[in-house]
């Protein structure tokens, strides 16, 4: 078993920045990715970014490139999510979640059902 908590959400302007956190625990060393989605009220979870456990590939949803950059530290077993620039579209429920399977192509990791393990969600709201 993998423990997620996620945390750094909060309310913010637009044109503001957050940084959000998500913390792992337990069987860590099973993990191969790692990613962020999101779900606003209404609407089904989206993928926002993910990352390859070992080496350094990302993925990203068009609407966040160049604005999100997500990392790892693999010494403290969290991954993090700059938000940049931020605009009210970008309000939702934000989720960590973990893999235990090695894809071949990142972007593999887009797709809810490539994880095994979800973090309960941090609220981020960004104001007009």
């Known amino acids: 078993q993998v423990q997620l908590v996620e945390s750094g959400g909060g309310l913010v302007q637009a044109g503001g920045s957050l940084r959000l956190s998500c913390a792992a625990s337990?069987?860590?060393?099973?993990?191969?990715?790692m990613g962020w989605f999101r779900q606003a009220p209404g609407k089904e979870r989206e993928f926002v970014a993910a990352?390859?456990?070992?080496?350094?590939?990302?993925y990203y949803v068009d609407s966040v490139k160049g604005r999100f950059t997500i990392s790892k530290d693999n010494a403290k077993n969290t991954v993090n999510l700059q938000m940049n620039s931020l605009t009210p579209e970008d309000t939702a429920v934000y989720y960590c979640?973990?893999?235990?399977?090695?894809?071949?192509?990142?972007?593999?990791?887009?797709?809810?059902?490539?994880?095994?393990?979800w973090g309960p969600g941090t609220q981020v709201t960004v104001s007009s």
């Open positions: 337990g069987r860590t060393f099973s993990t191969d990715g």
């Open positions: 979640a973990a893999s235990t399977r090695r894809y071949s192509f990142i972007s593999y990791y887009s797709r809810t059902d490539a994880y095994d393990y």
């Open positions: 990352i390859a456990w070992t080496g350094s590939r990302t």
